[in-house]
T-cell receptor, first 116, second 112 residues
Framework: SQTIHQWPATLVQPVGSPLSLECTVEGTSNPNLYWYRQAAGRGLQLLFYSVGIGQISSEVPQNLSASRPQDRQFILSSKKLLLSDSGFYLC???????????????FGEGSWLTVV | EDQVTQSPEALRLQEGESSSLNCSYTVSGLRGLFWYRQDPGKGPEFLFTLYSAGEEKEKERLKATLTKKESFLHITAPKPEDSATYLCAVQGYKAAGNKLTFGGGTRVLVKP
């Protein structure tokens, strides 16, 4: 069965410091990968998605970047964090095949980021 | 642009008091409508996918239905363990990478 791992679970970072959140998926090949952010009490906002190694699409202009160095690895980064980057970050995956039926997206457990 | 609106934002129920959550959507060709449950501090847990108007799916005390403009999540005789935030999302045919557009969620609190 497929599993998704995301780490670290919680981190507190000072303003201006770098960020690296990592995510790996097991049990599937060539998945679509996603980074979502959830502000407190709000819905999920898609930040980045990737349909293959080195292929990154950005949904929202921001202080963050994403990379996919391996098929099942997705990394969210920042060179200098802002206070507004605080939030709950979720990595997710879906099968890559298309077709008329929607492909379910499965989420990791999330990473709480507090920028102080 | 795909849009999803969920109502109400919050719902307080007594144990056993059935109710419904609403998800209104606009999408350029619906590929799928998804319901998730999210517990505090956790990632969303997949519940259902609905593909076409008239479709219904059930899981324990939850039943999801779909029309051309909205979906309902019915909670029958809820228990305290049904307390969570319920998220609705759509996936359109034009959604590159199978990405989902989410609503703001409905926070459900079931009191014993």
């Amino acid at each position: 069965s497929q599993t998704i791992h995301q780490w670290p679970a919680t981190l507190v970072q000072p303003v201006g410091s770098p960020l690296s959140l990592e995510c790996t998926v097991e049990g599937t090949s060539n998945p679509n990968l996603y980074w979502y952010r959830q502000a407190a009490g709000r819905g999920l906002q898609l930040l980045f998605y990737s349909v293959g190694i080195g292929q990154i699409s950005s949904e929202v202009p921001q202080n963050l970047s994403a990379s996919r160095p391996q098929d099942r690895q997705f990394i969210l980064s920042s060179k200098k964090l802002l206070l507004s980057d605080s939030g709950f970050y979720l990595c997710a995956w879906s099968a890559s095949e298309g077709g008329n039926l929607g492909n379910t997206i499965y989420f990791g457990e999330g990473s709480w980021l507090t920028v102080v | 642009e795909d849009q999803v609106t969920q109502s109400p934002e919050a719902l307080r129920l007594q144990e056993g008091e059935s109710s419904s959550l609403n998800c209104s959507y606009t999408v350029s060709g619906l590929r799928g409508l998804f319901w998730y449950r999210q517990d505090p501090g956790k990632g969303p847990e997949f519940l259902f996918t609905l593909y076409s108007a008239g479709e219904e799916k059930e899981k324990e005390r939850l039943k999801a239905t779909l029309t051309k403009k909205e979906s309902f999540l019915h909670i029958t005789a809820p228990k305290p363990e049904d307390s969570a935030t319920y998220l609705c999302a759509v996936q359109g045919y034009k959604a590159a990478g199978n990405k989902l557009t989410f609503g703001g969620g409905t926070r459900v609190l079931v009191k014993p």
